[in-house]
């Protein structure tokens, strides 16, 4: 276990490094695609609106999932369990090809008005 908690803390502090970096078209992300800026650059703009509406998309089957009732409950729930899962793994890709193509990944969409109640 403890190997377990060394080997991720690791892998944050370095993901943290990279994701902290504005300029991420760096050495190792500008060799992964062979295309401009300008090229990447819609593509990106593309998957960034993606990814928003996915992880939108991902809140509301987990919301919906927590708060299931009735007499499906099991098996509505575990479909809601695997509809999260592999949003996950959309999530995951989208996130990746933006980064394959040297852009960073934004998960919070700054134009979404966050309602919060007191």
Known sequence: MK??????????L????????????DNVTAN????TNEQAEPSATALQST???LIDQSHA???AHWNLRGPQFISIHELLDSFYGQLSVYIDDVAERKLA???PVQTEDPYKQVKMQI
């Open 32 to 35: 992964l695609v062979s295309i």
């Open 51 to 53: 990814l928003y509406e």
């Open 14 to 25: 370095t993901a943290g490094v990279f994701a902290q970096n504005s300029d991420y078209k």
């Open 101 to 103: 193509i040297g852009f």
């Open 61 to 63: 089957v987990h919301q």
């Open 3 to 12: 190997k377990l908690q060394t080997s991720m803390l690791a892998l944050l």
